[in-house]
């Protein structure tokens, strides 16, 4: 500011220091113009000059303003309602995500009104229109998404999320491919259509998914080793059930490369030796895979085989599996079950009272049911632990981790509310006689399949744990 004012008060005395020259100056300047002849003297002409040039200035600056002057303010009028706009669209965008609906529709209809619906207008009205449940007007928004370039794949999300909520497996898929072929690389998409695919039973087009989603993180690599266990294990389930158990074999071992910690893809594995006779390639394949899941199928197949064994050598045998994992529950299970049918009573009471304190169960209570009329034959006390049985916590088995739905087997998808692997084997969550709610809603496409299920695929569960192991079971 002050060297504005500097420079002012110089260009003032430089102009002032050129007047005074010009007027001290003598001499005269003459006109001639037809009849007229003007003489002026030289600060005379110089001031004329500067008063024309002042008022042509002012004339000029005039017409411009008054052929420029209505679209300025046009413009000025379209940044106002432009500013306001963006406004109302930012405090409706928040409004929406807090939930307050009408005051969300309200202001998406100012912005609307202000910015002659743009895409973000858009986004604002469906999302308006889907917190009070117009989920058909909702719709028409991100139908009317679909036909601006920049807003089509924002629209085909929200169609996703729609078909999703309805259960329209097959319009959600036909969606999320359109929405692939925009943004192949989008994680949330990756994720969804892997489990659309899925779902649909696609496991080709889940197969070329899964490493791809792997890569943009759209899945950890962990849950990307399983999944790709798990669709190899349906092709090996489905050479079983043909009986082509040499084909079964070779799938379930390169699901086991896999994921070594997949349970079912062992279980079936060995099932598959133990059926073309190469009985000791299945104690090694159980033995491989119980350190990592001690699932008792597994222990049921190890001792299948060898059937010849006594029970003593069965126990020695059970023990020497269950050292790959001593401190797991089902490890503990399987070694009070082979002590009590060898009848070693002093080392199925240690594990059943172990087991009583951490993992307490039916079987636990069962067991230890059969430990007291076996040993002691005390009828009163095997009485008590068949009646807390009733009440105790249910065994392990295979259970949803998002529904808490049990299962019968294993599956990729869960036969209750649909959503991609959360089936695992699991000790129980609830009590015996809590009834899980198998209706639960189904959990959305995004961030998770829901909706129909995929046919659950077989795994054997295992004997009850209170009855005795056989060779033959």
């Known amino acids: 500011m002050i060297l504005r004012i500097i420079v002012f008060i110089v260009v003032v005395a430089v102009l002032a220091a050129i007047g005074m020259l010009i007027a001290d100056q003598p001499g005269r300047v003459e006109i001639a113009w037809g009849d007229y002849l003007i003489e002026l003297s030289p600060a005379a002409l110089v001031g004329g000059v500067a008063a024309l040039a002042a008022i042509v200035a002012v004339l000029v600056l005039s017409a411009r303003w008054l052929f420029r002057g209505p679209r300025a303010l046009r413009r000025a009028r379209a940044l106002q309602r432009e500013r306001l706009g963006y406004e109302a669209l930012t405090?409706?965008?928040?409004?929406?995500?807090?939930?307050?609906?009408?005051?969300?529709?309200?202001?998406?209809?100012?912005?609307?009104a202000l910015l002659g619906e743009p895409p973000l207008t858009l986004l604002l009205s469906a999302q308006a229109a889907q917190l009070e449940g117009k989920e058909a007007v909702a719709r028409e928004y991100f139908n009317a998404m679909l036909e601006r370039r920049e807003t089509e794949f924002l629209g085909l999300r929200g169609l996703i999320v729609q078909?999703?909520?309805?259960?329209?497996?097959?319009?959600?898929?036909?969606?999320?491919?359109?929405?692939?072929?925009l943004r192949p690389d989008t994680p949330?998409?990756?994720?969804?259509?892997?489990?659309?695919?899925?779902?649909?039973?696609?496991?080709?087009?889940?197969?070329?998914?899964?490493?791809?989603?792997?890569?943009?993180?759209?899945?950890?690599?962990?849950?990307?080793?399983?999944?790709?266990a798990g669709l190899i294990y349906q092709d090996a389930d489905a050479a079983r059930?043909?009986?082509?158990?040499?084909?079964?074999?070779?799938?379930?071992?390169?699901?086991?490369?896999?994921?070594?910690?997949?349970?079912?893809?062992?279980?079936?594995?060995?099932?598959?030796?133990l059926a073309l006779g190469k009985r000791g390639r299945a104690g090694r394949l159980v033995e491989a895979s119980f350190g990592h899941a001690p699932h008792p199928a597994l222990g049921r197949l190890y001792l299948a085989a060898q059937p010849q064994e006594k029970p003593l050598q069965r126990f020695v045998r059970l023990?020497?599996?269950?050292?790959?994992?001593?401190?797991?529950?089902?490890?503990?299970?399987?070694?009070?079950?082979?002590?009590?049918?060898?009848?070693?009573?002093?080392?199925?009471?240690?594990?059943?009272?172990?087991?009583?304190?951490?993992h307490p169960s039916v079987s636990v209570h069962r067991l230890s049911a059969r430990l007291?009329?076996?040993?002691?034959?005390?009828?009163?006390?095997?009485?008590?632990?068949?009646?807390?049985?009733?009440?105790?916590?249910?065994?392990?088995?295979?259970?949803?981790?998002?529904?808490?739905?049990?299962?019968?087997?294993?599956?990729?998808?869960?036969?209750?509310?649909?959503?991609?692997?959360?089936?695992?084997?699991?000790?129980?969550?609830?009590?015996?006689?809590?009834?899980?709610?198998?209706?639960?809603?189904?959990?959305?496409?995004?961030?998770?399949?829901?909706?129909?299920?995929?046919?659950?695929?077989?795994?054997?569960?295992?004997?009850?744990?209170?009855?005795?192991?056989?060779?033959?079971?």
């Open 188 to 228: 949330w998409l990756l994720s969804a259509l892997l489990e659309l695919r899925s779902r649909v039973g696609d496991k080709e087009g889940a197969r070329a998914l899964i490493e791809r989603a792997r890569r943009h993180g759209a899945i950890q690599p962990g849950a990307a080793a399983r999944r790709s």
């Open 319 to 358: 023990e020497r599996l269950a050292a790959l994992n001593p401190n797991h529950p089902g490890s503990r299970r399987l070694i009070a079950e082979g002590a009590l049918d060898a009848k070693l009573w002093g080392r199925a009471r240690q594990e059943l009272e172990a087991l009583a304190a951490s």
């Open 372 to 473: 007291e009329e076996e040993e002691r034959r005390d009828a009163p006390a095997a009485r008590r632990h068949l009646e807390a049985a009733s009440s105790a916590p249910a065994d392990p088995g295979w259970s949803c981790s998002a529904c808490h739905a049990h299962a019968d087997a294993w599956s990729m998808v869960c036969p209750a509310c649909g959503v991609l692997d959360t089936i695992d084997w699991r000790e129980a969550r609830e009590a015996r006689g809590e009834v899980v709610d198998r209706e639960a809603p189904r959990a959305p496409i995004l961030p998770s399949a829901g909706a129909t299920a995929i046919p659950a695929t077989r795994v054997m569960p295992g004997p009850a744990l209170a009855e005795p192991l056989r060779p033959d079971a």
């Open 241 to 273: 059930d043909a009986g082509d158990m040499r084909l079964a074999l070779k799938l379930a071992e390169r699901a086991r490369g896999v994921d070594p910690s997949f349970v079912p893809a062992a279980i079936l594995a060995a099932e598959a030796a």
């Open 163 to 181: 078909a999703s909520k309805a259960g329209d497996v097959t319009e959600a898929r036909m969606l999320a491919e359109r929405a692939f072929r």
């Open 91 to 112: 405090q409706g965008l928040v409004a929406a995500a807090a939930g307050d609906a009408p005051l969300a529709r309200r202001l998406a209809r100012r912005a609307n």
